[in-house]
């Protein structure tokens, strides 16, 4: 996809409706990639982000070792990539093999951006204190890719056991609220 | 609504998707109302949630000083609602009465539930180690309840400055992700 830098402003935005991401890292030389959708904003600017990665996830130690990940925002029409990394483990799977993902070489961090996604978001881990009570880690964003060309991404949102809500219309309210 | 007790077990599919929250607290007999959409899931079971209520926010304090509140989950039909709390402060307006929302006492908190959303759980904040440096809550839901004949929940999905995503239609995937 061809993409344009986005303001880190904006960010916000795409995590507050509550997307599926698919989390990258990468150690050692070798990427891997989650499904994640425990997430949410905390901070507006810079875009910090709270989010949950199981100790039980290959992804964990990468994280926690490195420091450093890409949250990769996926719409339905790859809704197979997403269930597939979230059905095996990348400790035995390169899931970028098995599930046909395009890696693309991050601006700022190890981890690779997922070409498929219409937005991605370079990330460093920036607090870790409830990391060993809750596997939750705070990232800050430190670069934004957009696709400008998906105006309505139709983002999935997870609710358990196979079903996942489609994004639907946007509409306009006459909210205040940044 | 005619609600029924829902199992905690299956909290975190009505959260996980992203939903605007209202979000009721109760202190010295004065209930106030509060949109908010920073929210994740952070454990299943008992299912824990980690929310951001800003320090600029009449509902901070309450929530500080009685660790008790109440998540609420509007439709699309209670829009005005939704936006209206949003826009003005507690501070000087009652909502309940500006906005026409009805409280309903809450089986095991101060803070009431409001009758028109279709879900309300109750908590109790259980960590506040990051509130000082992030404003950041985890808190606990002690019980839940739903409205069972509302099964396609048209929820609303916030993009910033008025733009908010509806929840469009579900679809079942492979996927073996509870």
């Not at 303001?7 to 989390?23: A, C, H, N, Q, T």
């Not at 050692?28 to 904003?41: D, E, F, L, P, Y």
């Not at 035995?92 to 070489?105: H, L, M």
């Amino acid at each position: 996809m061809a993409k344009r830098s986005y303001p880190l402003s904006r960010v916000y935005g795409l995590l507050e409706p509550g997307p599926v991401l698919l989390l990258t890292t990468s150690r050692r030389g070798k990427a891997n990639v989650m499904t994640m959708s425990w997430h949410t904003m905390i901070d507006f600017e810079p875009p910090l982000v709270g989010c949950v990665v199981s100790g039980n996830d290959f992804s964990f130690a990468a994280l926690k070792a490195t420091r450093q990940c890409v949250l990769n925002i996926p719409t339905v029409e790859w809704s197979a990539m997403v269930v597939g990394c979230g059905n095996v483990t990348g400790r035995s799977v390169d899931k970028f093999k098995k599930f046909g993902i395009t890696p693309v070489p991050a601006a700022l961090v190890e981890a690779p951006l997922i070409d498929e996604c219409y937005a991605n978001l370079e990330c460093r881990v920036v607090d870790t204190r409830l990391v060993n009570r809750y596997n939750f880690f705070v990232l800050e964003v430190v670069k934004a890719h957009l696709d400008p060309a998906c105006k309505q991404p139709r983002t999935l949102h997870h609710q358990g056991w196979g079903n996942f809500m489609v994004a639907g219309e946007t509409i306009k309210l006459p909210s205040r609220m940044r």
